[in-house]
């Protein structure tokens, strides 16, 4: 069955800290993998984009890196504000119809003062 | 200002009322589509839409009915609500070139079926 799992399902950081946000997905075959960031009461909005080709994507403090072979992707922020704070979700495509896309449930970031 | 707007925002219904959640969208993109979210699970495909007059059912289409008429707007229906209906919805668009651009989200509507 095609999943996406994301990990942790929530984490605190202060203001100025990094962090990862990891997902592992079993979608076959695959096409492309993207994540959004969602704020409270919004709908998701892109940060990045990447074909199985591609391993690293970045957006401003926002990097997302991307294995094919070991079906794992992480999104790097640098340096967090609090306006990082929202929930990061996973989204993979298969090739086979990518408008049928899987979502993973998210990971819930809250960046303190 | 250009973009995807849903509404209402909020919307609080009976069950077995019938309730239409609306979506537009100022890019003529052609693909269009209804997820909902609820706790616990990813965002699912209710139905979505390639095209003026061409529609398609997606992950959990049962209970649901979509008309797409011109191009810009999405309407999805909730024919007789359920409990299970209560959730949050969010209408997307994108263009053709769906390697490049990502899909575009509206701001959802979050529906309490009572």
């Known amino acids: 069955k095609n999943q996406v799992e994301q990990s942790p399902q929530s984490l605190i950081i202060l203001e100025g800290k990094n962090c990862t946000l990891q997902c592992n997905y079993t979608v076959s075959p695959f096409s492309n993998l993207r994540w959004y960031k969602q704020d409270t009461g919004r709908g998701p909005v892109s940060l990045t984009i990447m074909t199985f080709s591609e391993n690293t994507k970045s957006n401003g403090r926002y990097t997302a890196t991307l294995d094919a072979d070991t079906k794992q992707s992480s999104l790097h922020i640098t340096a967090s504000q609090l306006s990082d704070s929202a929930s990061y979700i996973c989204?993979?495509?298969?090739?086979?119809?990518?408008?049928?896309?899987?979502f993973g449930t998210g990971t819930r970031l809250q960046v303190f003062p | 200002d250009a973009g995807i707007t849903q509404s209402p925002r909020y919307k609080i219904t009976e069950t077995g009322r019938q309730v239409t959640l609306m979506c537009h969208q100022t890019w003529s993109h052609s693909y269009m589509f209804w997820y909902r979210q609820d706790l616990g699970h990813g965002l699912r495909l209710i139905y979505y839409?390639?095209?003026?007059?061409?529609?398609d059912k997606g992950e959990v289409p049962d209970g649901y009915v979509v008309s797409r008429s011109k191009t810009e707007n999405f309407p999805l229906t909730l024919e007789s609500a359920t409990r299970s209906q209560t959730s949050v919805y969010f209408c997307?668009?994108?263009?053709?070139?769906?390697?490049?651009?990502?899909?575009?989200f509206g701001s959802g509507t979050r529906l309490t079926v009572v």
């Open positions: 989204v993979v495509s298969g090739r086979d119809n990518t408008d049928k896309l899987i």
């Open positions: 839409s390639a095209a003026a007059d061409i529609t």
């Open positions: 997307a668009s994108r263009p053709l070139d769906r390697a490049t651009y990502g899909y575009t």
